[in-house]
Every structure is written in structure tokens, then in C-alpha cells.
């Protein structure tokens, strides 16, 4: 039943329904998806995008997805207050404590629902840090992700910190063809792996077959 549940409607309404524009903690995992969430919701949010992803290894690859991200932001034209970055810890031993054991789960399985439930934890207290009225992803725009348990997790970490969840399902509406056309546009980098050691060993692999 909750699968059913329009969230990308959701969002637009909430966002509608505010007399001034919200400010929105928004986490990031790249800039190619970050794109085409930063023009859907722009015009109606104050947006401080969040680059939290431990999942992301080596480091190497983690500054690049970051300085992309920068990259973005600086270059795209967006209506509004100018978009913050803001880097959350990178941590890669976190991400690894749990994961290292799921290393032959599939995408999408039980590693990927608790690296994705850490990450918006994260963003749900660096939300109430700062203040800011919701915390949402960018996540939900991937259409390799599954948007209903993001959004079912995001609503139980608002319950746990009192941070209140913005519904998302930035793929309706086109939102991951525009952000191939952004990248496009922009020259970004575009990954062909989520960021953890285990997706990129998915991804060479079915490359290989």
C-alpha cells in the first residue's frame, strides 16, 4: 500500500503550501543526480545540500563526486538563495562495520537499506543542527534505488529525531532523463557505480558478461 503513494506529489505540496520557501537539508550522493533535484525544487526551498556518503570508496573517488558537486553548484544557475555545501565526516569504517559481512548481497538488499537508513540519519540530525525545516535525498531521482523504503525510512527517522521528512520521488516527471541531459550540459562526471566497493565489483562485473 505504501508503495502506492505518490511522494513526488507530496513534496510538491508541502513545498507549495509554505508561504516562504523552506529550508531544506538536502543529502547529496553525486552531482549528476543532485542536478536535476536542484532545479525541481529551487524555486520553492532554501537548499543546503549535504555530501554524506562513507559508502564512498577509495577517497579518491569520494573528493571527486564532492569537488563535482561544488562544481555544480557554482556553475548551474538556480532561482533563489544560493545553494550551500556542506561535508559531512567521511567515514568509511562506519560504512564498513556493517557491510563488510553483506559483501555478497545483491543491490538494493539488506546492505544497501542500511547504508541508505545511516546516511539519512545523518542528514536528520545535521537538519536539526542547523535548523532547517526538512531533510530529504537525492537519492530517490535513481531509478536503481527503491524510493518507497526511502521514503518509509525517512519517516521513521523523523519520528526517532523529530526533523520533519520531505517525501520524494525525484524520478517521476522525467527527473532522471533531465539529469542525464544536465550532465550533458554541465560535463559532470557520471559514475557507473553507487560508491562502496561492492557496487563498483557489480558493475565490472556485469560490464564483463
Excluded at 553525486?30 to 559508502?55: Q, V
Amino acid at each position: 500500500m505504501t508503495g502506492k503513494r505518490n511522494y513526488q506529489r507530496e513534496m510538491d505540496e508541502i513545498l507549495h503550501a509554505s508561504e516562504t520557501p523552506a529550508h531544506v537539508l538536502l543529502h547529496a550522493c553525486c552531482a549528476p543526480c543532485s542536478s536535476a533535484c536542484l532545479e525541481r525544487i529551487a524555486d520553492r526551498a532554501k537548499i543546503t545540500l549535504f555530501f554524506y556518503n562513507p559508502n564512498i570508496i577509495p577517497e579518491e573517488e569520494y573528493q571527486f563526486r564532492l569537488a563535482e558537486l561544488r562544481r555544480l553548484v557554482q556553475e548551474m544557475p538556480l532561482p533563489g538563495e544560493p545553494v550551500a555545501v556542506l561535508e559531512g565526516r567521511y567515514d568509511p569504517e562506519r560504512f564498513l562495520a556493517f557491510a563488510k559481512d553483506m559483501a555478497d548481497l545483491p543491490e538494493r538488499g539488506e546492505r544497501c537499506r542500511l547504508c541508505i537508513r545511516m546516511r539519512l540519519m545523518e542528514a536528520a540530525l545535521t537538519a536539526k543542527e542547523i535548523g532547517a525545516d526538512y531533510f530529504a535525498t537525492t537519492l530517490t531521482l535513481s531509478p536503481h534505488k527503491d524510493a518507497p523504503y526511502i521514503n518509509e525510512a525517512g519517516f521513521a527517522i523523523a519520528e526517532e529525531t523529530g526533523v520533519a521528512w520531505l517525501p520524494s520521488d525525484f524520478k517521476k516527471q522525467e527527473g532522471y532523463k533531465r539529469s542525464i541531459e544536465l550532465s550533458k550540459q554541465y560535463d559532470l562526471y557520471r559514475q557507473n557505480f553507487c560508491g562502496c566497493p561492492f557496487s563498483r565489483k557489480n558493475a565490472q562485473d556485469a560490464s564483463a558478461d
